[in-house]
């Protein structure tokens, strides 16, 4: 198994339909982050869980809701999304007092 | 005034030519820095990690931070055409419960034969 997997790899979603992302790490860490990744943008930090706990929440809009049921799974579950939300959205999980993260490959998600 | 700046490019170099890629920064309590290699449709591969001012080198990749002028520095020796992606540089201000990276737009790299 691979550090950090995501899926689905691609996701096309109508603005009323309600998804979920999935992310699973492998590497033992115990914290996990959300990233938003656009166009010409830098990587958008969206939430960090440490030890399954929700310790930041950037601004993000309610029609995005994230879950961390343990260190190693994160669910972003996704409603009522708009079109300018389509984007690549990146896993990260890192250890404890470290500042390096690891990502996932990503889902490409586009709203239609 | 963004945080961390970093010219998108793209750069675009011969094969076998020496790679510099740069990122500016404006947050003195940044301390930890990283380089992230990124191909298209793929999610960031951390490439070099350093903590504080000095260099560090891994085979053909040497990274340099300037604390002092708030600078820092990827340098590819030697590059080849599987070089040819996107570099995102990353800094974190702590490591504390958890790592909250600032990263760069990215510099497109294409290493051409």
């Known amino acids: 198994e691979t550090g950090v997997t995501q899926t689905p790899r691609h996701l096309v979603m109508g603005m009323t339909n309600k998804k979920s992302l999935k992310c699973e790490q492998h590497?033992?860490?115990?914290?996990m982050y959300w990233y938003k990744q656009s166009a010409k943008k830098p990587l958008e930090l969206m939430f960090v869980?440490?030890?399954?706990?929700?310790?930041e929440n950037n601004s993000v809009p309610s029609r995005f809701s994230p879950e961390c049921p343990n260190s190693s799974h994160l669910f972003l579950h996704l409603h009522t999304l708009q079109p300018e939300d389509s984007a690549l959205y990146l896993c990260?999980?890192?250890?404890?007092?470290?500042?390096?993260?690891?990502f996932g490959q990503g889902t490409r998600l586009t709203v239609v | 005034q963004k945080e961390v700046e970093q010219d998108p490019g793209p750069l675009s170099v011969p094969e076998g030519a020496i790679v510099s890629l740069n990122c500016t920064y404006s947050n003195s309590a940044f301390q930890y820095f990283m380089w992230y290699r990124q191909y298209s449709r793929k999610g960031p591969e951390l490439l070099m990690y350093t903590y504080s001012s000095g260099n560090k080198e891994d085979g053909r990749f040497t990274a340099q931070v300037d604390k002092s002028s708030k600078y820092i520095s990827l340098f590819i020796r030697d590059s080849q055409p599987s070089d040819s992606a996107t570099y995102l540089c990353?800094?974190?201000?702590?490591?504390?419960?958890?790592?909250?990276?600032?990263f760069g737009t990215g510099t497109r790299l294409q290493v051409t034969l």
């Open positions: 990260a999980s890192s250890q404890d007092g470290r500042a390096q993260a690891f």
């Open positions: 590497l033992g860490h115990n914290a």
């Open positions: 869980y440490s030890l399954e706990e929700r310790v």
């Open positions: 990353a800094m974190s201000k702590n490591t504390g419960t958890a790592s909250k990276l600032t």
